[in-house]
T-cell receptor, first 112, second 114 residues
Framework: GESVGLHLPTLSVQEGDNSIINCAYSNSASDYFIWYKQESGKGPQFIIDIRSNMDKRQGQRVTVLLNKTVKHLSLQIAATQPGDSAVYFCAENILGSYIPTFGRGTSLIVHP | DGGITQSPKYLFRKEGQNVTLSCEQNLNHDAMYWYRQDPGQGLRLIYYSQIVNDFQKGDIAEGYSVSREKKESFPLTVTSAQKNPTAFYLC?????????????FGDGTRLSIL
């Protein structure tokens, strides 16, 4: 398993490539999932969400896929731009609880 | 524009000192939250409040205190009992109940020890 430390998983891509960021969630009772983007020194910004009765949802240049069988969530960013460089993390809401659980995040680096 | 304002952006604490972090929102949200973020870690919940004059401990409440006297405001005090206060502190708000709603975050306060 992944050890707790100072360094986040990192994904490096070239400008214009598509990026896929993955998240394994922990609780099969979770029914609502959110992706956030956090730029350095700033607070997290909402990107896109998905409910457990869906397996795919699209936004502007972003798509979230949900695979409940293996408890896996992914965020796809099309035509990645340097401004997409940030930490991305997922959050899950367990049915009946209104407090989300946040993942550690993945650092996305986009090279011009 | 509606949003959440945290102040100050940077804060330094001396040994034995209590410091208070400000969080104000004009989104008319019922619920407010405080999180602590350490390098390479997920957000950890310190306290949350569903309504005015009520708040609940989160996972790491020891060494912290809060108040919720107004709907718009949820200040966090880092007391001298918190022995490792250096971290990035994030305030958030949401509609309550917020089970299927995202939280809105401020831009954080970075607290360091002098």
């Amino acid at each position: 398993g992944e050890s707790v430390g100072l360094h986040l998983p990192t994904l490096s891509v070239q400008e214009g490539d598509n990026s896929i960021i993955n998240c394994a969630y922990s609780n099969s009772a979770s029914d609502y999932f959110i992706w956030y983007k956090q730029e350095s020194g700033k607070g997290p910004q909402f990107i896109i969400d998905i409910r457990s009765n869906m397996d795919k949802r699209q936004g502007q240049r972003v798509t979230v896929l949900l695979n409940k069988t293996v408890k896996h969530l992914s965020l796809q960013i099309a035509a990645t731009q340097p401004g997409d460089s940030a930490v991305y993390f997922c959050a899950e809401n367990i049915l009946g609880s209104y407090i989300p659980t946040f993942g550690r995040g993945t650092s996305l680096i986009v090279h011009p | 524009d509606g949003g959440i304002t945290q102040s100050p952006k940077y804060l330094f604490r001396k040994e034995g000192q209590n410091v208070t972090l400000s969080c104000e929102q004009n989104l008319n949200h019922d619920a407010m939250y405080w999180y602590r973020q350490d390098p390479g870690q997920g957000l950890r919940l310190i306290y949350y409040s569903q309504i005015v004059n009520d708040f609940q401990k989160g996972d790491i409440a020891e060494g912290y205190s809060v108040s919720r006297e107004k709907k718009e405001s949820f200040p966090l005090t880092v007391t001298s009992a918190q022995k490792n206060p250096t971290a990035f502190y994030l305030c958030a708000s949401s509609i309550w109940p917020g089970g299927n709603q995202p939280q809105h975050f401020g831009d954080g306060t970075r607290l360091s020890i002098l």
